[in-house]
């Protein structure tokens, strides 16, 4: 066993606690903790402004943000998605009674391939649910143009990209509706909670009723609405983490660029992203170990593992894996031979602003070395 400490896959950015307390007074001072409060409201306009979007409703969650997306979209019947992501994508479905249609992903992004959605889409079809993996963009333009021809909603689940950009803004401005999860695990977070990122002003007052239980005043009741609702606190901890986002973006960059140089010469390791148009935010590393590599993904995964290196294999299991979806005909691994070997070679790397020079010499060696081991041996 190692002496060194362990290292997550990623560990929150916390600003001086000291300056949280300062909104802490605040919240005690005035006993508003919860249902549109002060902060709730600074922190949805604090977003407009950094995102570069006009309309946000903030959540409690990724999730129930994803369930309401599609209540505030009526959708219905068969929505085609991908089944390499966090299983909150299709159980966000499931919760809606929709039935999840899942197509493979392309091999270079591992995003939504869109030249296999058309094959899938069926009279039932209502909407296409992509994912933006790893805060990498999907093809937007192209999922745009087969939901004009076939009259299908797009709902981004746009968990992983937080603030990223492509040449005509934020890439959270495509499709209907984009949503975000902010999560103590992601680039900005609020411990828990989400966004549903709104075209307008009044799809935004509808989610805004959907996330109160559907209350659009005191007596009145439009629909039957969640509580979905972001507390004072989460609230507060987002103003005061947006301040130093900034900063621990840029190291997320730092660490992003030296892992791409140390690996760049292991045989076998892909780093996703590679030689791609569009940044990403640094929220993930992912790597690919292929069949030249000299270890399966497994035994380098245990490998770190033995050294206290918790990287993890996100997406392993796919979503089509698990019990409630591996029986719908969609979810049969000859339907998705890119997201299967996918789901096989990932492994994410470590990556937080937290990690020091030492920690990615101490990844990046134990990867290296393992690569050239059965080849000395
Ligand atoms: N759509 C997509 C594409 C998503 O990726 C997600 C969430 C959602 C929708 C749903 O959004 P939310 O409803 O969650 O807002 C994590 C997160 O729980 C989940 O938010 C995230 N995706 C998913 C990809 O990863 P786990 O089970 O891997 O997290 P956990 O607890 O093992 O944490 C990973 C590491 O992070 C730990 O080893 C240590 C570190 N950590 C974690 C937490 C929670 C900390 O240092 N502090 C912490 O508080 O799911």
């Known amino acids: 066993m190692s002496t060194n400490k362990p290292i997550y896959v990623t560990q929150p950015y916390l600003p001086p606690l000291e300056e949280f307390h300062d909104y802490l007074r605040q919240i005690w001072d005035n006993k508003i903790l919860t249902n549109g409060g002060p902060f709730h409201q600074q922190l949805e306009a604090a977003l407009c402004d950094y995102l570069g979007v006009e309309h946000l409703a903030l959540f409690s969650n990724g999730t129930i943000a994803l369930v309401t997306a599609l209540q505030a979209q009526r959708i219905t019947g068969e929505v085609i998605t991908t089944p390499y992501s966090f299983v909150a994508t299709a159980h966000s479905l499931q919760w809606n009674g929709i039935k999840p249609v899942f197509v ?17 889409i069926t009279p039932q079809t209502t909407a296409i649910m992509p994912v933006h993996c790893y805060g990498r963009p999907c093809d937007v333009a192209a999922i745009q143009r087969i939901a004009d021809n076939y009259n299908l909603k797009i709902i981004y ?21 984009s949503v975000l999860s902010f999560h103590a695990t992601k680039v900005f977070n609020t411990f828990e909670g989400g966004a549903i990122i709104c075209p307008d002003a009044k799809t935004k007052q509808r989610i805004d009723h959907l996330k109160n239980f559907g209350f659009v005043d005191e007596v009145t009741v439009v629909a039957a609405g969640i509580n979905g609702k972001m507390s004072e606190i989460n609230a507060a901890f987002g103003l005061l983490q947006l301040q130093y986002l900034g900063q621990a973006i840029a190291r997320r960059k730092e660490i992003d660029a030296a892992y791409r140089s140390r690996l760049a010469q292991v045989r076998g390791i892909r780093c996703l992203g590679d030689g791609a148009e569009t940044a990403a935010n640094y929220s993930y590393f992912p790597i690919l170990v292929g069949p030249d590599y000299q270890l399966v993904r497994d035994e380098l995964y245990q490998l770190l593992r033995d050294q206290e290196i918790y990287a993890r294999r996100y997406f392993f299991p796919l979503i089509t894996e698990f019990p409630m979806y ?3 005909p ?7 031979p890119v997201a299967w070997n996918a789901a096989r070679s990932v492994l994410c790397l470590p990556i937080y602003p937290g990690l020091d020079d030492a920690d990615i010499e101490r990844v990046t060696q134990l990867i290296i070395q393992a690569g050239a081991s059965r080849c000395e041996a």
Request: charged content about 30%; glycine content about 10%; proline content about 4%.
């Open 104 to 120: 493979d992903i392309d091999p270079i992004t591992l995003n939504l391939d869109p030249a296999k959605i058309e094959a899938a």
């Open 157 to 177: 689940d746009a968990a992983h990209a937080f603030g990223v950009r492509d040449e005509g803004g934020s890439v959270l401005r495509h499709g209907d509706l």
């Open 326 to 328: 591996r029986g719908l």
């Open 330 to 336: 969609s979810a049969r691994s000859d339907n998705l």
